[in-house]
């Protein structure tokens, strides 16, 4: 299919992709742009359910700063029910990468706890969000206050600034000492045994970025007695066998959440796709506590949310559906008493 692009997000792999650090896998254009929402403008022969001039969106190995895209079908989904056009293009690469690590790999369930690293990332906005509607207790770690507080208003129970505290105690503390079930890693090698420290008997780390160090030492007498797993994916070399696996899972189970208002993007700033050049530079993007969208109009907005503080020992009753504002969702206070035992959770 080929899109006309209407916007494109902005993703630390494409910072990674201008810095020479992480280049286009073979066959991929050179240019970044790993996701892309806009209409469509042709359909292939083999392809059936799209017609011209419909609202979509891609999943791109890069290439999205672009007029237009073409990409597999296979990677292509509808704009959900009630998303902005725009904003839309925020989704399809956290979306991919979210299911395809807390659930595929994490296996996620309803009331595990889960510990999202960089929680108000682009994909730590929408981990915490999917991780609430799966009916988890979401725990975050976040660089400031200010940041750690916008996850408790996108629905995390539990929010660590990194810069201040040791979240291997805070996660502990905060689940009378049982810890977190999956943990979903931004950060890599400094943060390995640390994880492994947080970790339930049980538990599942998933690595998908090594922003401090590919190389750290792993104490396998720690992970044995754990019972523990470590994992590692990216999602951008997977064949298109896997990808089209991961967007049809997308469709089904984080589509909804989106169109039910559990899920929203989570949009920094729009740009003009002309300052792509400029908001992809190193020094701009690390300012930047969420995703970016390059548009092809230029409209500015920051991300407003509420901050609401919320214990991690709050127990989540049942994932239920909600079209009432994130910082509003309802949640019931669980006893003191073992707040966090599995029972409680899934009663
Ligand atoms: N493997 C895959 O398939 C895959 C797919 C997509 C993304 N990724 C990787 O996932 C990471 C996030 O991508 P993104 O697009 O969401 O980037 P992003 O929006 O720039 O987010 C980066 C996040 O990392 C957090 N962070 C940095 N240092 C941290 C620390 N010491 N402790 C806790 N959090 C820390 C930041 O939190 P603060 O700013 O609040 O400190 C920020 O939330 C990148 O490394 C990216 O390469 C991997």
């Known amino acids: 299919m080929v899109l006309h692009v209407a916007a494109a997000g902005v993703n630390r792999a494409d910072l990674l992709q201008r810095a020479g650090a992480y280049p286009a896998p073979p066959g991929a254009p050179d240019w970044p742009g790993l996701e892309v929402a806009g209409t469509v403008a042709s359909v292939g022969e083999e392809v059936s359910g799209w017609s011209v001039g419909d609202r979509a969106v891609a999943l791109l190995e890069g290439g999205g700063y672009a007029e237009q895209v ?22 399809p690469e956290a979306a991919c990468t979210v299911w395809s690590n807390v659930v595929d790999v994490g296996h996620l369930t309803a009331g595990e706890r889960l510990l999202v690293h ?5 994909v730590g906005t929408l981990a915490v969000q999917v991780g609430a509607a799966l009916g988890a207790r979401v725990a975050v770690t976040a660089g400031g206050r200010a940041r750690a507080d916008r996850c408790l208003a996108l629905g995390a129970d539990l929010a660590v600034d990194h810069r201040e505290e040791d979240f291997v105690e805070a996660v502990r503390s905060a689940s009378d000492g049982h810890g977190a079930d999956v943990i979903l890693d931004v950060v890599g090698a400094a943060y390995l045994d640390r994880n492994l420290r947080a970790l339930a008997t049980g538990g599942r780390l998933v690595v998908i970025g090594m922003q401090q160090g590919a190389r750290a030492e792993l104490d396998l007498g720690r992970l044995l007695a754990r019972r523990a797993t470590v994992a590692g ?7 298109a066998a896997e990808k089209a696996r991961i967007v049809r899972d997308v469709l089904a189970h984080v589509w909804p959440m989106v169109e039910d208002g559990r899920v929203r993007p989570v949009v920094h700033a729009r740009v003009p796709l002309d300052e792509a050049r400029v908001r992809t530079s190193s020094s701009t993007r690390a300012r930047c506590s969420a995703r970016s969208c390059s548009s092809r109009s230029a409209p500015v907005r920051a991300t407003a949310a509420a901050a609401r503080l919320a214990p991690w020992l709050t127990t989540r009753a049942t994932p239920a559906p909600t079209t009432t504002p994130l910082a509003a969702t309802g949640r019931t206070t669980a006893p003191t008493a073992s707040p966090w035992s599995r029972r409680t959770a899934r009663a």
């Open 70 to 91: 073409r990409v597999r079908a296979t990677q292509v989904l509808p704009v959900p029910a009630g998303v902005d056009l725009v904003d839309a293009a925020a989704l």
């Open 118 to 122: 960089g929680g108000s990332g682009g």
């Open 233 to 239: 994916t990216t999602l951008r070399a997977r064949p």
